[in-house]
């Protein structure tokens, strides 16, 4: 494990002052918010104030232009994907520690580029921490900070027999089980990556690092991060992201009998899924226009929320019509209710959207929150 001493040097105020600022927004008057430029140079992270206060960034040069948000046991972490780094910040995006998501010794000829692409972190009850690695078939298990134990690297490479790499896109940890989202992908020689066969969850023994069950999943390519909502993992299932696929959209699974649901399919909601957010009852989710292949052409993006009961969704939605580009990123439930969605048209400052919701999940539109300078692109409560 690496632990670097400038850690807490790392994130400064926007403004080029090294004063840390005082968070003001207690638990549930602001959220977490990762940003970065449109042109993916430089990222931020920082607290979203839900009153409407402008959110408050801090940046630094070693955060990296391919940021990504985690949150677990109520501890944050911003990954710097493109760095193969992570720091833990506070509520504010105040650094606390940073981290390296390689073993000592690996990767060294990429250094300082992406080898191992970390996704995901999750912290067990012994205060380790669990990374997903999309490059590399292996998951690292870090000590608790402060531990002069050595880390743990849990070969995960039985799990896709056609190319030795299941690609780990998230890891979420209930009671002793983590449960490790595997995409199952394979690299075509231009490049790009198809869904040929099923995705899985692999669910470990967070003492043992042993395999205590798998999930095959209904749909494919789960993308991105799950999200956690009363013992069960939402999952935004992309398939293959040149068509609208059967097996592909909005997946639910019970981590207690071990079954998922594919709550919604791709050809219901129009496109694939970006970023799925659950409620009590209620749900939203950012699609995407289909890529076909060929040469980059601007990619739609929507809003969809629905009603679900359990088993089944109802009353679809399209809430933010089809926008011009990949202009919709972020999307969270705050805890009093509302729902925010980041978009990317109009900045800077960048808005945030946000809804109230009645019982029949039906959402309206309230005043936009503001991101100034970067994009946002994920929230955390």
């Given at each position: 494990?690496?632990l670097r001493?400038?850690a807490l040097?790392?994130?400064?105020?926007?403004?080029?002052?090294t004063?840390?600022?005082?968070c003001l927004?207690?638990?549930g008057?602001?959220?977490v918010?990762?940003?970065?430029?449109?042109?993916?140079?430089?990222?931020?992270?920082g607290?979203?104030p839900?009153?409407?206060t402008?959110a408050?960034l801090?940046g630094?040069?070693l955060?990296?232009?391919?940021?990504?948000l985690?949150?677990?046991?109520?501890?944050?972490?911003f990954i710097a994907?493109?760095?193969?780094?992570?720091?833990?910040?506070?509520?504010?995006?105040?650094?606390l520690?940073?981290y390296?998501?390689?073993?000592?010794?690996?990767c060294?000829a990429?250094?300082?580029q992406?080898?191992?692409?970390?996704?995901?972190?999750?912290?067990a009850s012994d205060?380790?921490?669990?990374v997903?690695?999309?490059?590399?078939?292996?998951?690292?298990?870090?000590?608790?900070?402060g531990?002069?134990?050595?880390?743990?690297?849990v070969?995960?490479?039985?799990?896709?027999?056609?190319?030795?790499n299941p690609?780990?896109s998230?890891?979420?940890?209930?009671?002793?089980n983590?449960?490790v989202?595997?995409?199952?992908?394979?690299?075509?020689?231009?490049?790009?990556?198809v869904?040929?066969?099923?995705s899985?969850?692999?669910v470990?023994?967070?003492?043992?690092?042993k395999?205590?069950?798998?999930?095959?999943?209904a749909?494919r390519?789960?993308?991105?991060?799950?999200v956690?909502?009363n013992?069960?993992?939402?999952l935004?299932?992309?398939?293959?992201?040149?068509s609208?696929?059967?097996n592909?959209?909005?997946?639910v699974l019970?981590t207690t009998?071990?079954?998922?649901?594919?709550?919604?399919?791709?050809?219901?909601?129009?496109?694939?899924?970006a970023e799925?957010?659950?409620?009590a009852?209620?749900?939203?989710a950012?699609v995407?226009q289909?890529?076909?292949?060929?040469?980059?052409?601007p990619?739609?993006?929507?809003?969809?929320?629905?009603?679900?009961s359990?088993?089944?969704?109802?009353?679809?939605?399209?809430v933010?019509?089809?926008?011009?580009?990949y202009?919709?990123?972020?999307?969270v439930?705050?805890?009093?209710?509302?729902?925010?969605?980041?978009?990317?048209?109009?900045g800077?400052?960048?808005?945030?959207h946000t809804f109230?919701?009645d019982s029949?999940c039906?959402l309206t539109?309230?005043?936009?929150l503001?991101v100034?300078?970067l994009?946002p692109?994920?929230f955390?409560?």
């Amino acid at each position: 494990m690496i632990l670097r001493a400038s850690a807490l040097l790392v994130l400064c105020a926007c403004d080029g002052s090294t004063t840390t600022p005082s968070c003001l927004y207690g638990t549930g008057s602001s959220v977490v918010v990762a940003a970065v430029s449109p042109d993916y140079m430089s990222s931020g992270v920082g607290a979203l104030p839900l009153d409407g206060t402008p959110a408050t960034l801090l940046g630094g040069s070693l955060l990296g232009s391919d940021p990504a948000l985690a949150t677990s046991a109520a501890r944050y972490f911003f990954i710097a994907r493109d760095l193969d780094t992570f720091f833990e910040v506070d509520r504010c995006g105040n650094g606390l520690a940073e981290y390296s998501a390689r073993t000592p010794g690996e990767c060294t000829a990429q250094s300082p580029q992406s080898c191992v692409d970390p996704q995901d972190v999750a912290v067990a009850s012994d205060g380790s921490f669990w990374v997903a690695r999309f490059n590399v078939p292996s998951l690292l298990v870090m000590p608790p900070p402060g531990s002069m134990a050595p880390d743990n690297v849990v070969d995960m490479s039985a799990f896709d027999p056609l190319d030795g790499n299941p690609h780990m896109s998230s890891v979420r940890i209930l009671g002793n089980n983590a449960f490790v989202a595997l995409e199952r992908i394979t690299q075509q020689s231009s490049g790009t990556f198809v869904a040929q066969q099923t995705s899985q969850v692999a669910v470990l023994d967070t003492t043992s690092f042993k395999t205590v069950a798998t999930v095959t999943l209904a749909g494919r390519n789960p993308f991105g991060q799950m999200v956690e909502l009363n013992g069960s993992l939402w999952l935004a299932d992309a398939g293959n992201f040149a068509s609208s696929e059967g097996n592909a959209g909005i997946e639910v699974l019970d981590t207690t009998t071990m079954t998922s649901t594919l709550l919604i399919a791709e050809p219901t909601l129009g496109g694939w899924v970006a970023e799925v957010a659950p409620s009590a009852t209620c749900g939203a989710a950012i699609v995407s226009q289909a890529e076909p292949p060929g040469p980059p052409t601007p990619t739609p993006t929507w809003l969809v929320a629905f009603a679900w009961s359990g088993t089944t969704a109802s009353n679809i939605t399209t809430v933010i019509q089809p926008t011009t580009g990949y202009d919709l990123h972020g999307l969270v439930w705050t805890t009093d209710g509302r729902l925010l969605v980041g978009d990317w048209r109009g900045g800077p400052p960048f808005p945030v959207h946000t809804f109230t919701v009645d019982s029949a999940c039906t959402l309206t539109a309230g005043p936009d929150l503001t991101v100034p300078t970067l994009a946002p692109l994920a929230f955390a409560n």
